[in-house]
């Protein structure tokens, strides 16, 4: 968060990395995976100056804790293995079965160790370390790091805030996102992506075929793409959109995009040194 840093997001605020680059620059940093998820979706919003305020709710994979958690995905499921209900007593089955996953939960058959609690067959409403307000690390991060990515400040500032939920998906960042447009945006914005957005949004149809196949984990998992569906228009009022939009949090998160502009940066020393 310091002054002479960036965190960079390449398809979003690229004109801010090139002249922090020119200006002598040297900290280009990786920003969190679920803000850089958010505004790659609502890139064009942002981009025409749309957004008032950025309400999301996210459910972060479990991955997004790093590679201790990639190493041993499916331990935290074991210990659930075998527990099925019986398939001659389907109805007091499915109530045993329930019984038994409740009790393992309860119980200390399920690893802990990454977040003090259990994750299988169930959800943290918690991540990372608590800030002032009420807010976990996790959700100040969505509104400090969206405004220094897209070069905010001052009267500029869009509150952006969140509820931030670990779930027991794999790899895939999922967000529920409320926005408030401004009165400058045109009414019909809903239907329409703006021309400045990135390459790896995509508008996905609001029905419910569209929505069951496309904005989901098993689609953009491995791939850059970002789809934004159940884009619609809010009964909170005529400016107010609610839309549904999900991605691969390893692709898009802090190692890769650190990684790929460190390259950037070496291209470009390279380029202004003299030649002899």
Known sequence: MKDDAVIILDPVNRPLIDASLKQGVRDFIG?????SLMLMAVHGLYAKGWVEVDQHDDLP????????????????????????????????????????VS???????????????????SLLPYIDKPVE???????WKG????????????DQLVP?????????AMRCHSQGLTIKLSATSPSRTSRRRSPKSNAWVRLVKNDKPTSLAE?????????????????????????????????????????????EHAAHHDRALSARAPSF
């Open 31 to 35: 920003g969190n995976c679920t803000v």
């Open 61 to 100: 994979g479990r991955l997004g804790r790093g590679r201790q958690e990639h190493a041993r995905p499916s331990s935290r499921c074991a210990p659930l293995g075998g527990r099925g209900a019986d398939p001659r007593r389907p109805v007091s089955g499915i109530l045993d079965l329930d019984r038994a």
């Open 103 to 121: 009790a393992a939960l309860a119980s200390d058959a399920l690893p802990k160790a990454e977040f003090g609690f259990p994750l299988a067959a």
């Open 133 to 139: 307000g009420g807010q976990s690390r996790e959700e």
């Open 143 to 154: 509104h400090v790091e969206s405004n220094k990515i897209l070069g905010l400040s001052g």
């Open 160 to 168: 952006v805030d969140s509820g931030c939920v670990r779930v027991g």
């Open 215 to 259: 904005p989901t984990l098993p689609s953009v998992s491995g791939t850059l793409s970002v789809p934004i569906g159940r884009v619609r228009k809010l009964k909170l009022g005529p400016t107010f959109l609610g839309a549904f939009t999900v991605g691969d949090q390893l692709l898009w998160g802090a190692a890769a995009e650190a990684a």
